[in-house]
Structure formats: C-alpha cells, structure tokens
C-alpha cells in the first residue's frame, strides 16, 4: 500500500466523521484543506434523482455565479462579418467559420466554451462528435446559439457556469477557488444549487437531489446537507 504524505494524512483526518454539513461548514472545511501549491478549484457534485436516458428527465441549464469561478475562460465563436467583429471586439479568443471548423477538426480544442450564431450551426452540426462529448456544443438553451454574441461572450468570460446532469444523474461544475473568502465561495455554492433545483425536469419522480458533496482539486469530498441546501 502506498505511503500517504503529510498533507494527504492532515486531510484525511481532518474530514474524519464529517458528513452532512452546512454548506457554510462544508466550504471552510474544504478551503482550509485546500492547500496545494497551486490555487485549487472548489468542485461541487450533486447526485440526482434522473435517468438521462430519457428526454423529460434530462438537467440542463446555465448559471452566472455571483463571484465567478476565478478561471480565465477561453472562448470561440462561430460567426461571420459584424458579428465576428462583435465577437472579437467583446473578447472571444478564437473567432471564425469554417476555418475554425477545419481547425478543430484537425485537433484544436483550445477553448472552454463555443458560441455560435445561428445561420453558423450548419457548419458546426458536423462538429457533433468532437464538441457533444466536451460539452462544448452550442445549444440555443443555453444561450450559445445567439445572435446577441456579445453578451454571450462577455457572460462566458464573467463567470457564468454551464451544467448538465451526466449519466447517472451526476452534475458538477468548478464554483470558485481556494483563494476567495469563505462568504463568496458559499454564495456561489448556493446560487449553483438553486439553479440546479429550479431546473428539475417534468419528468424526475421521487427524491430530486440525492447527494451533495464539496470538495477542492486536491483533497477530499465531504458531503452537504441536502434539505438544508435547498431550502435555503
């Protein structure tokens, strides 16, 4: 078995026999742990109670976390003429057509989020199968697939969070670094849980969250209590 360094055994002790806390309590646990040389990303996962095999069960939605998540985003835009103009001009990374298209095509990935308008998703319908299983398929319900790029662009660079519930039901995102307060990091925890509530689809039967857990990059996750959570 491999020996267990320091800061790992600190950690782990330190999460022993905790479980089910505030999220007040479970963001200072989790930022007091954190403590990597490098600044960690505070994740958070929620089980669901959905069955993403079916359409009316399926969770998908976008929030704009009221700190932001502390990520440099980048972002590439579909578009042409005035509105590649708008893109560039709003601060999207990588605008183009089908240039863009070929260059994906061809491996480039180097971006966290795609905006497209809407006369542009011809072109990028043949993208499917390299930007669906990144989550980086624009989607009008999202609002990457707009005419309004700018705003687009500029909510993407602001911090605006996009989810969607995996196979198993499972959503999770970054909400914010190591380095915020413990005030911000907890407002972003319960602006994204709300959001995920408020986008419980028609057709989930019984419990809707199932599990809430928090944790940074490096270290371990302790769970939250739900019906706190939630009602909160």
């Not at 505070?42 to 069960?57: F, K, P, S, Y």
């Not at 795609?114 to 319900?141: Q, Y």
């Amino acid at each position: 078995m491999a020996k267990l360094g320091k800061r790992t055994r600190a950690a782990r002790e330190a999460f022993a026999g905790k479980e089910n806390l505030t999220v007040e309590e479970a963001v200072a646990l989790v930022k007091a742990n954190a403590t990597s040389k490098f600044d960690e990303t505070i994740e958070i996962a929620m089980n669901l109670g959905v069955d993403t095999r079916h359409a009316d069960q399926m969770v998908r939605g976008v929030i704009g976390l009221p700190n932001g998540t502390g990520k440099a985003m980048r972002v590439a835009v579909f578009a042409r003429g005035p509105k590649a103009e708008e893109a560039q001009a709003a601060g999207a990374d990588v605008v183009g057509a089908e240039d863009l298209m070929e260059s994906i095509q061809g491996g480039n990935l180097d971006f966290d989020r795609c905006i497209a308008t809407p006369d542009m998703m011809p072109i990028v319908g043949r993208l499917g199968k390299i930007l669906g299983p990144r989550n980086l398929m624009p989607n009008p319900k999202v609002g990457t697939v707009t005419m309004d790029v700018k705003a687009a662009v500029e909510a993407a660079k602001g911090g605006e969070v996009q989810f969607k519930a995996e196979k198993g039901g499972v959503v999770h995102a970054g909400v914010g670094k190591a380095s915020f307060d413990e005030a911000k990091l907890v407002e972003n925890v319960k602006a994204f849980i709300s959001a995920v509530a408020k986008a419980k689809p028609s057709g989930a039967k019984g419990a809707y969250m199932k599990k809430i857990a928090l944790s940074s990059t490096m270290g371990p996750g302790v769970t939250v209590d739900v019906e706190g959570a939630v009602s909160e």
